[in-house]
C-alpha cells in the first residue's frame, strides 16, 4: 500500500513551452502533498505544500506564478512549470502524506525536466 | 531560514565496517524523519523520532534524537552492499507542516 505515482517519468521541452506533472496517491487519499525540486546529488528542496482544495504554500524564493500548483482532488495534484526555461532543469519529486497518518509521506518516484 | 546539516558528506565503507551519519538542525526541531534514497530512486521513509533522546533501532540501523531536539543520528552496524544510498534526515519545526531535508550523506559500500 501507500504507492504514489508521477507522470510523466521524464519530460523533455523547449525553452518557453509549459509542463504539467502529475501526481497520485493510488491507494489512499491524501489531505496533503508536497513538491520537491532535487538537483543532481543535492537534497531535497521544498518547492511548495499543497492541500486539496486550497492554494498552496509556497516557500520562501519559490516563484508561485511559474510553478503552479493544484491540490483538486484527495488523490492528485499537479505542477505546471510555465515558460521553462533551462535553469528549470531538474528532478521534481512529489510526496503525499495519508490521510490518517500524522507524519509519514509517501514520495513519488519523481520526474525528470530537461528544458532545451 | 531553517537549515538542516548532515555530515559527512560522503562515506565509503568496506563491507561489514560501521557507518554513521549526523544531522545538525540551526533550530529546535519537534520531530525529525530518516530516509534512505538509492541511486536513481526517490526517498523511502524509515523512521520518526519524536522525543528528546530517543532511540530506536531497526536491525542494524539505530537512530537517536538528541537532548536538545537539534540533532541526530543514524548508525549502521556491520555494513552491507544492499546499504548503498544517500540517507537524509528531514526535521519538522513546531506545528509546520512541511519537513526540510538535510544535506545528505552518499554512502558506497565496497564488497
Known amino acids: 500500500g501507500a504507492v504514489v505515482s508521477q507522470h510523466p517519468s521524464w519530460v523533455i521541452c523547449k525553452s518557453g513551452t509549459s509542463v504539467k506533472i502529475e501526481c497520485r496517491s493510488l491507494?489512499?487519499?491524501?489531505?496533503?502533498m508536497f513538491w520537491y525540486r532535487q538537483f543532481p546529488k543535492q537534497s531535497l528542496m521544498l518547492m511548495a505544500t499543497s492541500n486539496e482544495g486550497s492554494k498552496a504554500t509556497y516557500e520562501q524564493g519559490v516563484e508561485k506564478d511559474k510553478f503552479l500548483i493544484n491540490h483538486a482532488s484527495l488523490t492528485l495534484s499537479t505542477l505546471t512549470v510555465t515558460s521553462a526555461h533551462p535553469e528549470d532543469s531538474s528532478f521534481y519529486i512529489c510526496?503525499?502524506?495519508?490521510?490518517?497518518?500524522?507524519?509519514?509521506?509517501?514520495f513519488g518516484p519523481g520526474t525528470r525536466l530537461t528544458v532545451t | 531560514g531553517q537549515q538542516v546539516m548532515q555530515i559527512p558528506q560522503y562515506q565509503h565503507v568496506q563491507e561489514g565496517e560501521d557507518f554513521t551519519t549526523y544531522c545538525n538542525s540551526s533550530t529546535t526541531l519537534s520531530n525529525i524523519q530518516w530516509y534512505k534514497q538509492r541511486p536513481g530512486g526517490h526517498p523511502v521513509f524509515l523512521i520518526q523520532?519524536?522525543?528528546?533522546?530517543e532511540v530506536k533501532k531497526q536491525k542494524r540501523l539505530t537512530f537517536q534524537f538528541g537532548e536538545a531536539k537539534k540533532n541526530s543520528s543514524l548508525h549502521i552496524t556491520a555494513t552491507q552492499t544492499t546499504d548503498v544510498g544517500t540517507y537524509f534526515c528531514?526535521?519538522?519545526?513546531?506545528?509546520?507542516?512541511?519537513?526540510?531535508f538535510g544535506t545528505g550523506t552518499r554512502l558506497t559500500v565496497i564488497p
Open positions: 523520532l519524536v522525543k528528546s533522546g
Open positions: 510526496s503525499a502524506r495519508p490521510r490518517r497518518v500524522n507524519y509519514e509521506q509517501y
Open positions: 491507494d489512499f487519499q491524501a489531505t496533503t
Open positions: 528531514a526535521g519538522r519545526t513546531g506545528g509546520a507542516n512541511n519537513l526540510f
